[in-house]
C-alpha cells in the first residue's frame, strides 16, 4: 500500500527540522519503522546516555498511535525492562493531531521527570519513592553501562 | 440618446445563496431589481364608494371599474366598499406573490432552511404554500429621493383586490383599510427595539396580530410608515425578504470583494493538524481531503477526519477535537456564504454561523445573530441568511481556529 502523504510529510519534517537531541531515521526497507535516538536530557540520571528506540507506524496511524519501545535498557520507573513505556499519549490520550514529533518530545520529557506514581516496573517506582537518591544512583550506572 | 437606467432598489429572498431552490428562471428568482420603468404604471386612491348589494348588481359594480385598479372590502353580504386607484404619472408600482399571473414582477416560493445548500440536487416544494398569490405590492416615486413605500396585498389580473368578510378591516378617518390573510410584516433595521410590525393594504403600519392571521389587528402606528430603507426586512409569511436601497448596493460588496476575501483566508494556507495538508475554503462543500471542518464546541478548523466518535454522558452522539479533545455535538462543513447583499462588509470569513457552517466576517455573523426573523407564526428566531437555518440562540456564531502551515516551535498538543 502507498505510504500516505502525512507519513511522508512527517517524515521530511523530522529531517529537515530535527528535534534537538534526536534523531530519528526510517528504515530503509519499511518507511513505517524507524530508528531513534534520544539523548538523556541534562541534569536528569541519564545525562550523556544515548537511548535507541524503535518506533513503528500501524496501518491505522494517525487514528491509532505508533508503537514505541526502548532498545537500550533503561532504569526508569514507567519504562519497563522489556522497554515498555507508560506514557498516556501512547495509549488512551492517544490524538491523530499529535505526531511522531510530539511522541518523542514527551519521551524526552518523561526522561527528565520520571513519575513513580503511575509506574510500569513497580520494583523500580518502589525504590524511587523509598529511596530517590539510590534509585537516581542506579538509573546513573545503568545509563553507564548501557548508554555510553 | 438612451436615457439613463435608474434602479430604485434590490430585494434579495433570504435563506438563498444565489439562486432559488430549483435555480432561477424568468420572474423566479432569489434577488430583483426594481428599476424605473419605461412608462409610468403607478397607482393612488381617489376615493372610495359604499356599494348596497341588496339593490346593486354584483355586474354593474365590476363594470363602472373595469378600466380602473380597485380595493374591495366586503363588509357582509350586502354592503362593499371599492376603493378606487387612478394611474400616477409619478410612480411606478411593482407586485410580488406567488402567482405567475402577469402582473407579479417578482414571483416567489415558500422558503425551506437548509434548501439553498443542497446544489443540484431537486428541490421539493412544500404541498401548500403559505405565501398569498397576490402578497405585496411596492410603489416607488419616479423622481428622487425615489421614495419606495410598501403595501399589503398585490392587484390581480383584474386589476383587483378583494378582501373578503373574515379579513380584519375597519374604516379610520373616512378611509377604508385591512390586512391580508396571512399578513406583510415589515422589521426596520433603524428601530431601535428590533420588533416586527405589520402592514396594512393602505400601507399603514400596526403592531402584531394576537396571531399570524388573527381576525382583530394589533395598535396602530403612527410613528412608522411604510417606507422602505436600507436593511429593512419584509415578511410575506414563508419567505423573507431584505431591501437593499441603490445607495447601497452600488457601496455594498461586490462578488469580487468577497471572493478576495476568501482568497486572504486561503491565503494564509490552513493546515489540517491530522492530514498535514493544505485545506482549500469555497463556496461549496466538496468531499476531498481539502475541504474545511468546524468542530462547533471549540472552533477548530480540520480536514474531514473519523476520529474521535463517541457517546458522551447524556449519551450523545459526540467528537473529539484532536487538538484540543473538547467534545463537540457538531462537526460542520464550512461553505461561504457568496450572496454579496447579506454581507455587511468585505472582512476575511473567519466565523461561522452555528450550526448550519456559512463562514462570514464577524460583523456579518453579529448582524443576523441581532435580527429576529418569522418563525411560523408566533415564533421570532436568527437565521443564517444564505440558508435560513435557525443559529443557536446561545452561541449564533463559532470563531474559526485555524492552523497556520508554519506552526510555532512548540508544537506540542496540551492534554
Known sequence: MALPR?????TQKLQSEPVSGITATPDESNARYFKIVVVGP???PYENGNFNLELFLPEEYPMAPPKVRFMTKIYHPNIDKLGRICLDILKDKW?????????LLSIQALLSAPNPDDPLANDVAQLWKQNEAQAIRTAKEWTAQYAA | MRRQEINYGELVVLGTDGELPGGNKGRRRSRYTLRRRPKPNGVTPTGQQTFDLSCTSPQLINQSQLRNHTVTYTLNRQTQVVVKYEHDETKDLFQIGRSTDPPIDMVLIDIQPGASAKAGS??????QSTISRFSCRIVCDREPPYVARIYAAGFDSKNRIFLGEKAPK???NGTMDGLTTNGVLIHHIDDQNLTWRELSVGGSVFSLRETRSDQKRGEFCPEF???LRDGTLIDLCGVTLLWRSEKSVLNM???QDIDNALDRLNSIRVQCPVGLSTLKFSGHKTNDQRQPYCYMKCGHVQGPCDWGQKLDQKKQLVKECPLCRQESQKVVALVQGKEAAFHIDSEEPGFTFNPCGHIVSLATAKYWSQHKLPKGTQEFISRCPFCAIPVDPARPYVKLICQNLEPSRDDSVSG
Do not use: C, G, H, Y
Open chain 2, 253 to 255: 460588496p461586490k462578488d
Open chain 1, 42 to 44: 541534562q541534569d536528569s
Open chain 1, 95 to 103: 490524538s491523530p493531531a499529535l505526531q511522531i514529533r510530539t511522541v
Open chain 1, 6 to 10: 502525512r507519513i511522508i510529510k512527517e
Open chain 2, 225 to 227: 410608515d411604510n417606507v
Open chain 2, 170 to 172: 375597519w374604516d379610520m
Open chain 2, 122 to 127: 431537486r428541490t421539493v416544494l412544500p404541498e
